[in-house]
């Protein structure tokens, strides 16, 4: 099967500049097809790159488990360790990362004698980086649905952004799978991998398609939220992390989910007589607490159980 996902250059490229409309429309279409796309960007140079992944990620993921585990904050916040269908794995989400005094809270909390200065300017200007990435493919994305410029903007608005720093240890096996196939509860999510593969990404007819580590691109993927703001127009996709080389491996995942107290529904847009309601107002907080701590941990679509609208309530 050939592959439907596309790639976009952002290079240069500028609102209503030369290039705009066919980038924004190959972005739109990639995401109804595959639910991500490929960005080409100059948004992390060689030097930032090596001082994320060659020196912040790495201290990290070095620290005792104590101190990564005094950011545990929620579900979907701070520390996450290994677990049985992840032994090999473990994050930190440091969030609102576009705020760099809340960075450096994070940093005095796991370096507390001192703080990590390094560290904190590393995130924080990956942090500002990828949100003027995201921001443009998310208006490309919407734009190219259909979405009109001033709806666009209010969404953009109502987002907090952060950055999850991931580690997979090498397996005993060597091989195999670091993390199994599943949706991100955000509305994107940019992936960007360092050096060793292991994204893949799962394509309509069920394949898997790999994604290359490629240091001038990122993976632009949709998350649960963009499905009910585009009224399922672009699903969640459905991504795992392999190791086919048996390397250690480490990535950045740079996402926005509602501010608190936001509620996402989908765009008036997005919603007509061939388009009805697919989805009722989402509630962010309720839907993470019963994603991960409720009901939703037993479904294969929790999205769709806790917000999806069913036939007879069209």
């Given at each position: ?66 101190a ?9 916040n ?16 440091a ?20 703080g ?45 952004y952060?950055?999850?720093l ?30 060793v ?79 009805p ?5 989402c ?25 999806g ?6």
């Amino acid at each position: 099967m050939v592959s439907l996902i596309r790639r976009i250059d952002l290079r240069g490229l500028e609102p209503g500049g030369p290039g705009w409309e066919e980038a924004r429309a190959t972005a739109a279409a990639s995401m109804a097809a595959i639910s991500a796309v490929l960005v080409t960007h100059d948004a992390l140079e060689p030097d930032l790159r090596q001082a994320l992944f060659g020196r912040a990620a790495p201290e990290l993921f070095a620290l005792p488990l104590d101190a990564k585990r005094s950011l545990i904050s929620g579900p979907v916040n701070g520390y996450i360790g290994p677990r049985p269908s992840a032994p090999a794995y473990e994050s930190v989400r440091a969030w609102e990362t576009t705020n760099s005094g809340a960075v450096r809270n994070v940093g005095d909390l796991l370096w507390p004698h001192g703080g990590n200065p390094a560290f904190c300017d590393t995130v924080s200007a990956f942090a500002t980086n990828m949100l003027g990435l995201q921001r443009k493919v998310g208006t490309m994305i919407l734009e190219g649905l259909g979405v009109e410029e001033g709806s666009v903007g209010s969404h953009l608005d109502s987002l907090n952004y952060s950055i999850r720093l991931s580690h997979y240890g090498v397996s005993e096996t060597g091989a195999g799978m670091l993390m199994k196939p599943h949706r991100d509860c955000t509305v994107l999510s940019v992936v960007v991998q360092h050096d060793v593969e292991g994204l893949e990404l799962q394509l309509q007819d069920g394949s898997w398609l790999a994604v290359a580590p490629e240091p001038g691109t990122v993976a632009v993927i949709a998350g649960e939220l963009l499905a009910v703001v585009t009224n399922g127009r672009v699903p969640a996709c459905v991504h795992r992390v392999s190791a086919p080389s048996g390397r250690e491996r480490f990535s950045a995942q740079f996402v926005s989910m509602p501010k608190d107290g936001f509620t996402v529904r989908p765009f008036d847009e997005l919603v007509d007589a061939d388009h009805p309601p697919r989805y009722k107002p989402c509630d962010f907080d309720g839907y993470v607490q019963f994603r991960f701590a409720g009901d939703g941990l037993k479904l294969s679509d929790p999205l769709e159980a806790f917000c999806g609208v069913v036939k007879d309530e069209e």
